[in-house]
């Protein structure tokens, strides 16, 4: 009877630590997809960036165009 103890204490043992091992890998899958996610959100974010900063280059030299700025020219 002990040695039949011991066996369902081991197996028992062993059942939590393969459920621990599952729940760690699936939890650990479920981060690198998450990350993978966030990634291309960030590589969309700076793709938008260049994009935006080109276009207020664009913008602000037609501004100058409109009204040029004589740096350094200005009355004292």
């Known amino acids: 009877m002990n040695g039949r103890r011991i066996s369902n ?3 028992g043992i062993l059942a939590v630590g393969a459920t621990l091992a599952g729940l760690t890998l699936a939890l650990n899958g ?3 997809a998450q990350i993978e996610r966030l990634d291309g959100r960030i590589d969309r974010i700076e793709t ?3 994009s935006t900063n080109e276009r207020l280059a664009r913008l602000e030299s037609r501004i100058e165009g409109y009204f040029p700025c004589t740096h ?3 009355p004292g």
């Open 72 to 74: 350094g020219d200005e």
């Open 48 to 50: 938008q960036m260049h």
């Open 30 to 32: 479920g981060l690198e």
């Open 9 to 11: 204490e081991l197996v």
